[in-house]
T-cell receptor
Framework: SQQGEEDPQALSIQEGENATMNCSYK?????LQWYRQNSGRGLVHLIL?????REKHSGRLRVTLDTSKKSSSLLITASRAADTASYFC???????????FGKGNQVVVIP | GAVVSQHPSWVICKSGTSVKIECRSL??????MFWYRQFPKQSLMLMAT?????????EQGVEKDKFLINHASLTLSTLTVTSAHPEDSSFYIC?????????????FGPGTRLTVT
């Protein structure tokens, strides 16, 4: 199945700063999701954006989607130490509820 | 909210033995569940779709005879790694769709760390 692909990033930022990470994919999608994974744990759903949406907000999260460029970005504003995690985008490119995950971005927020 | 659990959370086994991992949806029914494996510092790779009442659907390159999947009920799917070898050591994660029409949003289990010695 097709994989969403983030630009490989390992971000290290100070608490209070914003963190931005990107994701690109190859085929047409109906929606794109972002998940967070704390070290050695399962994934937590953060936000879903549909193909007819360009931007979506949820608390300190802002997601954009550019279907013409087949890319998405996740912005975390006013980062906190608790935001330290890996972040993955996932698309529905697999069909039948199957998710295709990108490579992930590791974010470290320094208190 | 909905919760998906996995058991065990970690397991160490000897090469050649089989290991069973359980995935349960605790407060909702899941006719479909998914199994992933994740190597250190890598992304999740979908292994198979577990279907209640029918055979699992495996992704290309995944050996169905090695990774046996049984969806025994609407709340339980099991993954059995047969004749495990060190290269099977990985983090195994299951998920279940939030709802049949969930637009792909899924709940994930906490994962099972398998180490084969």
């Amino acid at each position: 199945s097709q994989q969403g692909e983030e630009d490989p990033q390992a971000l290290s930022i100070q608490e209070g700063e914003n963190a931005t990470m990107n994701c690109s994919y190859k085929t047409s999608i109906n929606n794109l999701q972002w998940y967070r994974q704390n070290s050695g744990r399962g994934l937590v759903h953060l936000i879903l954006i549909r193909s007819n949406e360009r931007e979506k907000h949820s608390g300190r999260l802002r997601v954009t989607l550019d279907t013409s460029k087949k890319s998405s970005s996740l912005l975390i504003t006013a980062s906190r130490a608790a935001d330290t995690a890996s972040y993955f985008c996932a698309t529905d490119a697999g069909g039948n509820n199957r998710l295709a995950f990108g490579k992930g971005n590791q974010v470290v927020v320094i208190p | 909210g909905a919760v998906v659990s996995q058991h065990p959370s970690w397991v160490i086994c000897k090469s050649g033995t089989s290991v069973k991992i359980e995935c349960r949806s605790l407060d909702f029914q899941a006719t479909t569940m998914f199994w992933y494996r994740q190597f250190p510092k890598q992304s999740l790779m979908l292994m198979a779709t577990s279907n209640e009442g029918s055979k699992a659907t495996y992704e290309q390159g995944v050996e169905k005879d090695k990774f046996l999947i049984n969806h025994a009920s609407l709340t339980l799917s099991t993954l059995t790694v047969t004749s495990a070898h060190p290269e099977d050591s990985s983090f195994y994660i299951c998920s279940a769709p939030k709802s049949p029409d969930s637009s792909y949003e899924q709940y994930f289990g906490p994962g099972t760390r398998l180490t084969v010695t």
